[in-house]
């Protein structure tokens, strides 16, 4: 399996050419192309667990990512018998980076996931209060495993390896390594330096690991975006 | 005639140099600038046409600009953020997904055709645009993000979202992207387009409409 994003940063666009056998999976809706010769078969994007209880919770599981995190229900599966490519793209001006797991975890924000292959595994992650307050959803989606992992970004993608601490802006988190630890803090310090900041609540990471953060908040273009409306 | 494409790809606008006598005919509102010299001349082509191009997407008017006894120069662009390309005119002309089209020289006909009944579900591509042309000239493309030429050697599905042009020569019918309307609205993936035969496709690496949706469940409701 060979991959190549073209059109980054501002419109990326992923092309994973697929040899006899193998398979990509990718978020619903995000192909653009494919070869006649890749078959496409929708299924629900949770778990890998089997039977009906397995099933149910998935659908439920699925259905809750939809509806909190703006998530799609459903992955699409690429497969193939003689080979051929798939090109896939996210919705919003954005980049894509490739990460190769080693049985490492890594957690994504709502919406930062697009492709994976491989014997990877997608679970939700219970964001807890944290995961409210940082507006993030209250789950991340948390990739396990060994293949290959595709996300986006709104905006450009920085990786910021993090020796202590760091703190990132809630609208601007795109994923980060599970050995790190999150907490949410704000930004001024205390209640006055939350309001006056206008920085509002961020995550701070401490440990060692690898963040990805994104150039634009998609928050804040709505934001600006809503006054401007006519009424 | 020559055409340059600057500020790729994210903001591309074509700068259009006229020998004298030349003209080049552009979608309505595509005119970023141009020199003092040049005649504009607007064009419906009649009620019926200037309606069908409503239908395709397109503007009711266009304009053409023609330069003097002397040079001139025109800088057009396209409403969306992405990429633009100059197409040769060929013998089979080009199909066009309906926004696509900026400018082309005179002799080019646009003519705006239903594209397969099945179409008619998909809210977009209903209709498109086809360019011929009897003699050599020029197409100018816009797209929404990168833009790029694949070959289809009879094996290729596309969104209609990412469309931007093909060669005439292909074969194309819309369908569902899976084998059911149910699998296939939980694809997400909507209407696709399946290409036979030989040639290009230029296709966008964004799709204006899952922009506009994605963006638009975002917004507050406008009031009535």
Redesign the interface.
């Known amino acids: 399996m060979q991959h190549v994003i ?2 980054g940063p ?4 992923l092309r994973v050419d697929l040899s006899p056998g193998e398979t990509v999976v990718g ?11 890749l078959a ?3 299924k629900l994007n949770a778990g890998k667990g089997r039977g009906f209880f397995a099933i149910f919770k998935a659908f439920v599981v699925a259905l809750l990512r939809r509806i909190i995190g703006r998530e ?3 992955v ?1 599966h690429f497969t193939t018998e003689r080979g ?1 490519s798939v ?1 896939l ?1 996210p ?3 954005g980049q894509i980076v490739h990460r190769r797991l080693n049985g490492e975890l890594l957690l994504l924000s709502t919406g930062a996931y697009l492709a994976h292959a491989g014997d990877v595994e997608l679970k939700l992650k219970w964001g807890g209060l944290r995961g409210l307050l940082a507006k993030e959803g209250f789950f991340f989606l948390g990739v396990t495993g060994h293949g290959d992992l595709w996300f986006t970004s709104y905006g450009g993608i920085e990786a910021v390896d993090v020796n202590g601490s760091y703190l990132i802006d809630n609208g601007n988190l795109v994923g980060y390594e599970g050995n790190l630890k999150l907490s949410i803090k704000s930004a001024g310090g205390g209640l006055l330096g939350l309001a006056a900041s206008g920085e509002g609540l961020v995550c701070e990471f401490t440990g060692q690991g690898r963040v990805w953060l994104q150039t634009r908040n ?1 928050e804040a ?2 934001g600006w ?2 006054p401007m ?3 | 005639m020559h055409v340059e494409i600057l500020y790729r790809p994210a903001h591309a606008m074509a700068r259009v140099h006229l020998a004298p006598h030349e003209s080049i005919t552009a979608e309505s509102g595509s005119m970023v600038g141009m020199s003092p010299n040049l005649a504009l001349q607007t064009q419906s082509g009649g009620l019926l046409s200037g309606v069908k191009r409503l239908f395709g997407g397109e503007s009711f008017f266009r304009n053409t600009f023609t330069a003097p006894d002397e040079r001139g120069e025109l800088l057009l662009a396209h409403a969306l953020c992405g990429d633009m390309r100059v197409l040769e005119m060929t013998q089979a002309g080009y199909l066009l997904q309906s926004s696509a089209f900026v400018a082309s020289t005179p002799n080019v006909l646009v003519g705006t055709e239903l594209g397969g009944l099945k179409s008619f579900f998909s809210g977009a591509g209903l209709f498109v645009l086809r360019a011929t042309a009897p003699s050599p000239g020029l197409l100018v493309v816009g797209a929404f993000g990168g833009l790029e030429e694949l070959y289809c050697d009879g094996n290729l599905v596309i969104d209609t979202g990412h469309l931007v042009a093909w060669d005439a020569t292909l074969d194309y019918s819309l369908g569902k992207s899976s084998s059911g309307w149910l699998l296939s609205f939980l694809s997400g993936e909507g209407l696709v387009c399946h290409f036979r035969g030989q040639g290009r496709i230029w296709i966008q690496s964004r799709s204006a409409a899952a922009y506009g949706k994605e963006i638009g469940s975002l917004l507050p409701p406008r009031r009535r």
């Open positions: 073209t059109h501002s419109f990326a666009m978020e619903a809706g995000s192909m653009v192309a494919r070869h006649q010769s496409m078969a929708v799609t229900l459903f699409n051929g090109w793209a919705t919003l001006a998609l273009l709505v975006l809503s409306l006519p009424r």
